[in-house]
């Protein structure tokens, strides 16, 4: 594919990276910086403004899919619109804008064609959704819906205290339709066998159907009480949608907001929630707050070294739990080694939702496990598909590959050998990089 990325900063040149190797890019940004890092790449690099009519015509007649994620939204939506209006009629051109503004968009992910955009992502409220996620199950680290919401993706750690520390895979008491896909050990993805044996300190990744995976925490962390009081630190984007998805349950939040202008904005928006004026790495007023009886201190500012302080902090004085937001994406496995519990970044969304463009039609959700190690990747079985009509023993799925869930009319469960996919199934599929070509022509 023929791919332009408008926007070299630090998502438009994760996305190059993740891309360059197997198909044809080319990068566009204002800055020279950002150009000079990008031409570290083997990509073809053009400095100017992205929604330059001009620039665009060199480019779009042969482009497969045009990305915009410059740090301006109008300018993303403007890049995305106009390459639409010029491209020819034939070529399809498929194009996607990040946004950050949530007047433009109610939700993580949503279309506008109308206006020339087919994949429209604003990375702040995707990850307020996953934040809501993993507090609905105390004792997860991480958590994807898939399946229009139909199947649940999990990831715990196995606490010391668990029952579980020593046994073997096969003599689980899971339910049928929840499936452990992977565990993760000291820096290695692991698609266990019935012999393998789980340590403490294990990091698990359990699929299974949403309403089977509530008891499913308690077994691998030991009893978790359910998150009762959260603390927000940072009143932007991110903190208000999260606030305003936990505000629908019994929780007790509390915001910890510098600018007093936000602070009443907020108040005023959500008026369940108790909204300080304050700064999150004030020790005084963190322990007025009562930091050390908190559940989980989520800290979500626009800075990533501001997030990993107020973080460190609130768990020196007690908190349960903290999550940070992390920007940079090298710092998510940095900041967890050095004591968070989980770090999440906004980006990891925009880049998913590009790498699913990619992979061309069949393809409904995409998620990385452990930075980019393991996949996991919801299909849509068609009547050309390889898979479709054969018993699952009988397709050649590579080494590094395994079908953990299909949902068929609605009816969620984990396959056997001899079930027969059926077009329309869709099908998910936990995966290593190294089989990620094989499996996708399967579904081709």
Do not use: W
């Amino acid at each position: 594919m023929k791919i332009i990325i408008v926007g070299a900063g630090e998502v438009g040149f994760h996305i190059a990276s993740s891309l360059y190797l197997n198909n044809d890019v080319v990068v566009i940004d204002i800055d020279e910086d950002a150009c000079a890092r990008a031409d570290e790449l083997d990509v073809q690099v053009i400095q100017g403004n992205g929604a330059n009519v001009s620039i665009l015509e060199r480019l779009i007649n042969d482009a497969d899919l045009l990305v915009a994620v410059t740090g301006s939204d109008e300018l993303n939506i403007v890049t995305c619109t106009t390459a639409k209006l010029i491209s020819p009629l034939h070529k399809q051109l498929k194009t996607m804008a990040r946004v950050t503004n949530p007047d433009y968009i109610d939700r993580p992910v949503a279309t506008r064609t109308q206006v020339g955009i087919d994949v429209m992502i604003c990375p702040e409220l995707a990850l307020a959704s996953e934040v809501a996620e993993i507090l609905s199950m105390p004792s997860a680290i991480d958590a994807e819906v898939f399946a229009d919401g139909k199947v649940k993706m999990m990831e715990f750690v196995v606490s010391d205290e668990s029952d579980l520390v020593d046994k073997k895979m096969k003599d689980l008491d899971l339910s049928e339709c929840c499936i452990v896909s992977a565990l993760y050990r000291e820096s290695n993805i692991i698609i266990p066998h019935g012999d393998d044996v789980i340590h403490k300190g294990d990091h698990v990744v359990v699929i299974g159907k949403s309403d089977a995976m509530m008891d499913i925490g308690n077994l691998f962390a030991g009893h978790t009480d359910s998150v009762k009081r959260v603390l927000i630190i940072g009143g932007g984007t991110v903190g208000f949608y999260l606030a305003k998805l936990l505000e629908k349950s019994n929780t007790s939040i509390k915001i910890i907001e510098k600018n007093l202008d936000r602070c009443e904005s907020i108040a005023d928006l959500l008026p369940k929630v108790l909204v300080l004026k304050g700064n999150g790495t004030d020790i005084h007023l963190l322990k007025e707050e009562g930091v050390q009886d908190m559940d989980v201190v989520i800290s979500v500012t626009d800075s990533d070294e501001k997030n990993l302080l107020c973080a460190l902090l609130s768990k020196q004085l007690g908190a349960k739990k903290v999550i940070v937001r992390a920007d940079h994406l090298d710092y998510v496995p940095l900041f967890e080694l050095v004591g968070v519990d989980r770090a999440v970044s906004p980006r990891e969304a925009t880049i998913n939702e590009v790498l699913k463009l990619t992979m061309g039609t069949g393809i409904e959700a995409l998620t990385m496990i452990e930075g980019e190690k393991a996949e996991i990747i919801e299909y849509i079985a068609s009547s050309t598909s390889k898979v479709t009509g054969k018993p699952l023993k009988n397709v050649p799925f590579p080494e590094g590959a395994l079908v953990c869930m299909v949902v068929h009319k609605g009816d969620t469960f984990v396959p056997r050998g001899n079930y027969i996919i059926k077009e329309g199934d869709r099908v998910l599929v936990f995966l290593l990089p190294s089989a990620h070509q094989k499996v996708e022509r399967l579904f081709k």
